[in-house]
């Protein structure tokens, strides 16, 4: 590849990193400082020493956290180029040994996972109010069109989510390049005004307003916060760009943007303290206010998209790692394997952001209820990385330490802050959290507990060859699905018993998911002949992979296992469960796990299997 085209693709990688990977961080600056000078929760004094001792606080907690700790030493935590929670997990789990901590591993993962899907709740709700409360800015008239005109939006974004994103992503980068060319020229042209106002770079106006307030500057650590939501996506969302062009685009445009919006809103403040109202559309003039609202609201209808898009992925991730029963999941493009869509999922989160705007009613309100959700998967991000450095890299304790500990004492400090806030809204990320952390976990437990029922009532597949010599033999191709290719699948003794035949080729596959994101084709398939033309076929498939049985079945061709899909009848195992009171999960977990496996997705849509090609045959098992 010549220097030209590298430089070319990395400049439109970098561009499309812009309208997906820093939507949610991009749009901070309509909400960030407003909160901390004037929202509800321990608003700070608009005296100079205090605005430059905040605006000395986010540009290093910007340096800190965002460049130094995730752009510049999380990214290179990738397993095999993905990043995010669950990629962290799974790369975590590869090398520690011992069932208690693993055991320790996946609940972080878990947790982590559990505050995204909160994170994902708010970030629509608070970014798209924050946009149009822009019109109360204009004039007071508009104040009772701010709900109605947020719901609208909201739910129009959610509608279109079955159509897919591909259509228009080539849209989403030249815009956010808008926003913030926007943001830093509004912010250049407010500082020209008050050039003292750079004076807050330096680190020790932070030091100084916290030795001279405690404190506050513990409280408002809370709302200092909100700087910085959007740091963990340019992480989940690695794997679609790549670490070089993140890096690119936030050095780039991003950070510098961003720095001067903030700072260009201190200088505001400190000529008109009234401006606090809402100093990122007052720091417009008055022609450009409208315009403005657009451009604000298109802004975090993206960075929401964004948001949603992770959830589809995180959930398709939950899947694979076998933390969820199976979901339908839909590709909206045939160019993009990411472009993914799950009704369901797609309907709770619109439901939960609905109930959580009309509850809330304004983003000053919601704020209290974003940093719980954002600081406590930063926490986490920082404890699995320690795993990482230590059990994968192989580094000392004490190098490992060294590079997680102050980062973790940051963000620790930053969710210390927001616990404070708990009950004016803190509660929701928590409460949401919490639900979706006892629905993965309840699903890992009773896959468990099921898989080592179906062990112990298994029949060795080598012992059952060895009997089933005389059995008739019709004409056809017959393949059962199994979790464990050494034991008969329950399906292949029922449709013995109840046919009193089998098929003249019989095929035992099992589907094996790695902690990996892909596998590569040439790879996807392991095949090994049994006696009597019985064969056993092992299918790999990554955490971020769609299975499809058709596809990676024609790859067993070049092995002498060629299949014609008119002749070939797939049989599945459809199991009905009955909770028992002393099982090995609580009462109501055992009924939660019920419910759950009698309302998950059918296996033969979620591995793509041919709907007139398909045989369930069901059991009734006791858990």
């Known amino acids: 590849m010549s220097a030209t085209s ?41 005296i100079q020493e205090n605005v430059f001792g905040i605006l000395s606080l986010i540009f290093w907690a910007l340096m800190m956290v965002v460049s130094l700790k995730y752009v510049t030493f999380i990214t290179r935590a990738d397993n095999k180029g993905e990043g995010g929670i669950m990629a962290l997990m799974a790369l975590a789990l590869r090398s520690v040994q011992g069932r208690r901590q693993q055991r320790v591993v996946v609940i972080l993962g878990l947790v ?26 204009a004039t007071p008239a508009f104040t009772p069109f701010v709900l109605p005109i947020s719901l609208l939006i909201l739910i129009g974004l959610f509608a279109v989510q079955r159509h897919g994103t591909a259509a228009i992503g080539t849209f989403l980068g030249p815009v956010m390049v808008l926003w913030f060319l926007t943001l830093g020229i509004l912010g250049l042209i407010s500082i020209a005004h008050d050039p003292v106002v750079l004076r807050a770079l330096g680190p020790w106006y932070a030091v100084r307003f916290f030795a001279n307030n405690p404190l506050l500057g513990f409280l408002c650590l809370g709302a200092a916060v909100l700087a910085l939501t959007g740091a963990e996506a340019l992480y989940a969302d690695m794997g679609h760009f790549g670490r070089r062009p993140i890096q690119v685009a936030w050095f780039g445009l991003v950070l510098p943007a961003l720095v001067l919006n903030y700072f260009g809103q201190g200088a505001l403040l400190l000529r008109d303290a009234q401006a606090i109202v809402n100093p990122f559309y007052l720091m417009a003039p008055e022609w450009l206010l409208y315009p403005m609202v657009a451009l604000s609201t298109v802004a975090t209808v993206i960075a929401s998209q964004a948001v949603i898009t992770g959830a589809f992925s995180m959930t398709q991730q939950v899947i694979q790692l076998g933390f969820s029963p199976r979901m339908e999941i839909s590709h909206t493009s045939d160019q993009q394997i990411g472009q993914i869509y799950l009704a369901g999922i797609n309907r709770m989160l619109l439901f939960a952001v609905v109930a959580l705007v009309l509850h809330f009613g304004s983003s000053s309100n919601l704020a209290a209820a974003y940093g719980i959700a954002v600081t406590g998967t930063m926490f986490i991000t920082d404890l699995l990385a320690f795993v990482v450095a230590r059990y994968v890299w192989g580094w000392p304790v004490w190098r490992a330490l060294l590079g997680a500990l102050p980062f973790a004492v940051i963000d620790l400090a930053f969710l210390s802050a927001n616990s404070v806030k708990i009950a004016d809204g803190g509660w929701f990320p928590l409460l949401f959290g919490l639900g979706v952390f006892l629905l993965l976990s309840t699903w890992g437990r009773g896959r468990d507990l099921l898989a080592a029922h179906q062990a112990g009532d298994a029949t060795d597949t080598r012992t059952f060859l060895g009997a089933v010599g005389q059995v008739m033999r019709v004409p056809g191709t017959a393949v059962f699905l199994t979790a464990n290719p050494d034991n008969v699948p329950h399906s292949l003794l029922h449709s013995l018993k109840h046919y009193k035949a089998l098929h003249e080729r019989v095929v035992l596959v099992s589907v094996h998911v790695l902690d990996v994101p892909r596998r590569a084709a040439s790879s996807r398939v392991e095949v090994v002949a049994l006696n009597s033309n019985f064969w056993q076929v092992t299918i790999f498939y990554g955490f971020m992979e769609q299975p499809n049985l058709p596809d990676a079945l024609a790859g067993c061709a070049p092995c002498g296992l060629a299949f014609d899909p008119m002749d070939t009848s797939f049989f599945l195992g459809r199991e009905t469960l009955i909770p028992r009171l002393n099982s090995g999960m609580g009462g109501w977990r055992g009924k939660l796990f019920v419910w759950m496996f009698r309302n998950g997705g059918s296996a033969a849509n979620f591995f793509g299997l041919p709907a007139n090609r398909v045989v369930e045959l069901g059991t009734r098992v006791v858990l």
């Open 112 to 137: 982590g996972a559990a505050l995204f899907y909160g994170d994902g709740v708010i970030t629509p709700a608070i970014s798209v109010l924050s946009a149009v409360e822009g019109l109360e800015v």
């Open 6 to 46: 590298g430089d070319s693709r990395l400049a439109g990688l970098s561009l499309a990193a812009l309208g997906v990977v820093y939507g949610d961080i991009g749009t901070s600056p309509l909400y960030a400082l407003k909160e901390v000078f004037g929202g509800r929760h321990h608003p700070v004094p608009i």
